[in-house]
């Protein structure tokens, strides 16, 4: 896919939806994810002293131009992104824009849910895994 229009029309996280009204499949990711947050801001603080590093749970990380937005955008469980700031503009982040940070996530994680195939998708422009592999 080529993107014809400059950057600075493309929208940003304020411009995308943050939502996509699904329901979360595991009722552990929410608990999993903050003991994962927890446990691991202590060394990312001792790695970021300045606070230049983003964690996301549950938040869309936009990697392509679609209609409607949301058929361009992933939403893993948890992931950390190295050297962005926290906030954009003085507000929290809605969700990870790619075409606007140019900074690709350092880690994500998926918790598995049922039998994980979803998770564990290779098909090319679709598969969550092949999603972020090849493009995130």
Same mark, same amino acid.
């Given at each position: 896919?080529?993107?014809?229009?400059?950057?600075?029309?493309?929208?940003?996280?304020?411009?995308?939806?943050?939502?996509?009204?699904?329901?979360?499949?595991?009722?552990?990711?929410?608990?999993?994810?903050?003991?994962?947050?927890?446990?691991?801001?202590? &060394? /990312?603080? %001792?790695?970021?002293?300045?606070?230049?590093?983003? @964690?996301?749970?549950? #938040? +869309?990380?936009?990697?392509?131009?679609?209609?409607?937005?949301?058929?361009?955008?992933?939403?893993?469980?948890?992931?950390?992104?190295?050297?962005?700031?926290?906030?954009?503009?003085?507000?929290?982040?809605?969700?990870? &824009? /790619?075409? %606007?940070?140019?900074i690709r996530p350092k880690i994500i @994680?998926?918790?598995? #849910? +049922?039998?994980g195939s979803e998770e564990r998708d290779k098909?090319?422009?679709?598969?969550?895994?092949?999603?972020?592999?090849?493009?995130?």
């Amino acid at each position: 896919m080529t993107i014809t229009k400059s950057l600075t029309t493309l929208p940003d996280h304020t411009q995308l939806p943050c939502e996509d009204g699904t329901f979360v499949k595991n009722f552990q990711e929410h608990p999993q994810s903050i003991l994962l947050t927890d446990s691991i801001r202590p &060394v /990312l603080n %001792q790695i970021h002293p300045d606070g230049q590093y983003c @964690i996301g749970q549950d #938040s +869309g990380i936009y990697w392509r131009m679609t209609d409607p937005p949301q058929k361009g955008a992933e939403a893993p469980d948890w992931f950390y992104v190295a050297n962005v700031p926290p906030t954009l503009n003085g507000k929290l982040r809605r969700s990870y &824009v /790619l075409w %606007q940070e140019l900074i690709r996530p350092k880690i994500i @994680i998926e918790f598995v #849910s +049922g039998d994980g195939s979803e998770e564990r998708d290779k098909t090319a422009w679709k598969g969550k895994f092949w999603i972020y592999e090849t493009v995130i």
